[in-house]
């Protein structure tokens, strides 16, 4: 059967599909597009996890989908996996600039990666150049993408140590290398702090080491700082 390309709005503007797990970040990422690019883009629908995010894009058959790395039910990864309509792109927005996350994201199907430190303006330009048919990554982002082609990341290896955690451990691990308290990792990723020790201590008997320094040296190595 011939696959319907995506129609652009009557009105010019790039529609777009919002995916993320945090429904103020949600609502702060609808509300920075509407102050700075209400002319050229149109917000269709958001969703919070993988499920809705595959049904709301089945429905809406949005230009560009902004999409989280770390979702319930799968990941960023997933919905791409589990979305027929090629004519979609995506583009990572997310907390992560890990190199791991960039890497899986792009071999995953999307089409740019940027960090949620982005502007608005910006963000308005890099949906507007994925609409295109652009690549659009932050500066180091790209720097990792360029580097795992040259062979200078090994991407099998760090896959390997990073499938014995879950995406939480992840997540508490790269934040507890950069040097964050618990306290600080619970606030930042809205857990408590008996719940960011229990995540910490499973992830050094993971990955068998016995120390937030040799995780931080560990992590390094790795570039996932």
């Not at 790039?14 to 050229?40: K, N, P, Q, T």
């Not at 790395?69 to 004519?87: I, Y």
């Not at 990792?185 to 050094?204: C, G, R």
């Amino acid at each position: 059967m011939t696959e319907t390309p995506t129609p652009a709005p009557a009105d010019g503007r790039v529609s777009v599909v919002i995916v993320d797990d945090h429904a103020m970040f949600r609502a702060g990422v609808r509300a920075e597009l509407a102050a700075a690019g209400a002319d050229a883009i149109r917000v269709l629908a958001e969703a919070a996890d993988v499920d809705t995010a595959v049904a709301a894009i089945a429905e809406q058959r949005p230009q560009v989908v902004l999409l989280d790395v770390h979702l319930p039910g799968g990941g960023g990864a997933e919905v791409m996996r589990r979305q027929p309509f090629h004519d979609t792109r995506y583009l990572a927005l997310s907390v992560s600039d890990a190199a791991e996350d960039v890497i899986g994201t792009i071999r995953g199907g999307a089409r740019g990666y940027v960090t949620k430190t982005i502007t608005g303006p910006e963000l308005v330009s890099a949906i507007q150049r994925v609409a295109g048919g652009d690549a659009v990554f932050s500066p180091r982002l790209a720097g990792f993408v360029l580097d795992a082609f040259a062979g200078s990341i090994d991407v099998a290896a760090v896959d390997e140590d990073l499938d014995r955690l879950t995406e939480r451990e992840r997540e508490v691990m790269r934040l507890i290398a950069r040097g964050y308290a618990y306290k600080e990792v619970a606030k930042e990723l809205f857990i408590s702090i008996k719940t960011v020790e229990t995540h910490m201590s499973n992830v050094l008997r993971k990955l068998q080491l016995s120390s937030r320094h040799e995780l931080t040296r560990w992590a390094s190595d790795r570039r996932l700082l």
